[in-house]
């Protein structure tokens, strides 16, 4: 029974060893450049420069602030009133009636 416990534990010492090993990499913390650019910089930036569309700025810049986040709150509350105003038609009308007993009724 002890050797079993001893067993959990060193598997559990190691798994966390091996967690973060991988968490805390060097490269995450050196400011170097990164090796492999995203979709936008070596896809779409090279054909919109070919074809003459540079990029501008936005009308609207999200980046900035909490303007993005305000955004979501926003559409999660849009879709909550929806859902909340909608639940009886979604679900208690599509439900069968029931009795006190339990008996569907039709």
């Known amino acids: 029974m002890k050797s079993s416990a001893k067993l959990r534990k060193l598997l559990l010492c190691c798994s966390v060893v091996i967690l973060l090993a991988f968490t805390f990499q060097p490269s995450a913390f050196c400011g170097e450049k990164e090796k492999w650019p995203g979709v936008d910089e070596s896809v779409v930036e090279k054909?919109?420069?070919?074809?003459?569309?540079?990029?501008?700025?936005?009308?609207?810049?999200?980046?900035?602030?909490?303007?993005?986040?305000?955004?979501?709150l926003l559409a999660g509350t849009l879709g909550g009133f929806v859902a909340g105003y909608s639940w009886r038609m979604l679900i208690v009308e599509k439900a069968p009636a029931t009795t006190r007993e339990g008996k569907i009724t039709t």
Not at 54 to 61: D, M, R, T, V
């Open 47 to 72: 054909y919109a420069k070919e074809h003459g569309r540079e990029a501008h700025e936005p009308l609207i810049n999200t980046d900035q602030g909490d303007l993005l986040l305000f955004v979501f």
